[in-house]
């Protein structure tokens, strides 16, 4: 395990796009950064470009009109890059799943490397999933 | 020869830019961690900011399309480039005595680069908002640079001849009492810190690189290994600044016996002043700061000037 490959599983640096989500999961996101959890104890923070990201993190349900934003979202980001999907919606499109504008869960359009499900998950089911998100690395 | 090699350890290894970036990132934790327990929250361990860079230095560097490759790529070095130097003129000057005449003026003068080599880089990324940041940090810079030289001066001034020397500062300090004992040197003190905040574009002056409207801004379309440039060069700024006001407001630096403790408690405590005004204050706007900066901030700095003409 080289040095830089340790700085990748000690600062995760977490882009958060809301492709389609109805915003719960992202208050759910925020409370991670709140004192209760605080994920800045493992060097998880949120930063403002996709460019600085170690981690995309996808929410909603990904309708039509986001696909492009998404893939673009995707391709810019310097890789190597994880992909989380978050929310029920993220993971099989949820409730949305018949939706006359639902284009796919996001592992139909861009690799997914975790999945965290809950509607909305919980603080701690993400902080477990971004656990087992380490452990693939 | 020998003199030669001297100067290529102090600039890489001892003052210059290892000894400098490893202390930046110490104190760039130490900023971290103290926002945290503002925040009520634990906050990351110290390795952090040495996790961060090394992450990013093995990251792939993404050149947006459309961006002037090597303005995009190079004006960040240029900046790590200027705080070295700094880092490395002022060490030397506190440690060995060696300085020349208008030092000063040259340390000013380099502390700017690091800001015009964000310009520079964000003009080169043809992102329309890092142009917004690169704007910003333009005003910021025009705005910040007449108070800071005014505060400077006054620490100039207090000498009995007057003298553009560092050394020639810190002489004056050993024999007559640190700059901060007088009223004059408190006022300048003052003045400096919250240029620095501007210096370092911390809140509230974070105006070019604000996250939520302009994410990032100047920094936006940096990735990898250049990003780390960016992140050092800010963590060495963070421990620059704070060295110049030691050296020229309160003492300078003393690595001998005692003298480091009472070094870097003045270190800490400038540097937590910094960080607890980050923390307290939200963002204002450029047209706000550069009328705080141009106004009462100037007027304060020229109070000060006039009080250490009269000698107080």
Partial sequence: ????????????????????????????????????????????????SVKAADVLLVSGSVPRKVVPQL?????????????????????????????????????KH????????????????????????LGKL | ???????????????????????????????????????????????????????????????????????????????LAAVVVVSTMLWLTNLRGTGFVGDLIGVVYLLTIPSLGMIIGASASSNPLASVGASREMKLILAYELPFIIAILTAVTKVSPMTLRIDGILEHQAVNGVMLGSASGVIAFIVCILCAQAKLTYPPFDIPEAETEIMD?????????????????????LFTLPVLFITLFWGGVDLT??????????????????????????????????????????????VGMVLALLGL
């Fill in chain 2, 1 to 79: 020869m020998a003199s030669t090699l001297a100067m290529v350890v102090y600039f890489l290894v001892f003052p210059g830019f290892l000894f400098t970036a490893a202390v930046g990132l110490l104190t760039s934790w130490v900023d971290r961690k103290v926002s945290a327990r503002v925040q009520w929250r634990v906050g990351p361990p110290w390795y952090q900011p040495f996790a961060d860079v090394l992450k990013l230095l093995g990251k792939e560097i993404v050149i947006p399309e459309g961006a002037r490759r090597a303005g995009f790529l190079f004006a960040p070095v240029a900046g």
């Fill in chain 2, 217 to 237: 801004g100047t920094h936006i379309e940096y990735s990898g290994a250049i990003l780390a440039v960016v992140k050092l060069t800010q963590a060495m700024m």
């Fill in chain 1, 71 to 107: 893939i673009e979202t995707y391709e810019q980001a310097p890789k190597p890059i994880a992909v989380v999907a978050l929310g029920a919606c993220g993971c099989t499109g949820g409730i949305f799943k018949d939706g006359y504008n639902f284009a796919g869960p996001v592992d």
């Fill in chain 2, 257 to 302: 016996g005692i003298g480091i403790l009472w070094t870097v408690l003045k270190y800490l405590a400038i540097v937590t002043i910094i960080v607890l005004i980050k923390n307290t204050n939200p963002r204002v706007k450029i047209d706000q700061a550069v009328r705080f900066f141009w106004g009462p901030v100037t007027l304060l700095a020229i």
């Fill in chain 1, 110 to 133: 861009i690799p997914v490397d975790a999945y965290i499900p809950g509607c909305p998950p919980r603080p701690e089911a993400i902080i477990d999933g971004i656990v087992k998100l």
């Fill in chain 1, 1 to 48: 395990m080289g040095l830089t490959h340790w700085g990748f599983k000690k600062s995760l640096w977490v882009f958060h796009l809301n492709a389609g989500a109805c915003n719960n999961c992202d208050i759910e996101v925020l409370d991670c950064l709140c004192p209760k959890f605080d994920v800045e104890r493992f060097g998880i923070k949120l930063v403002g």
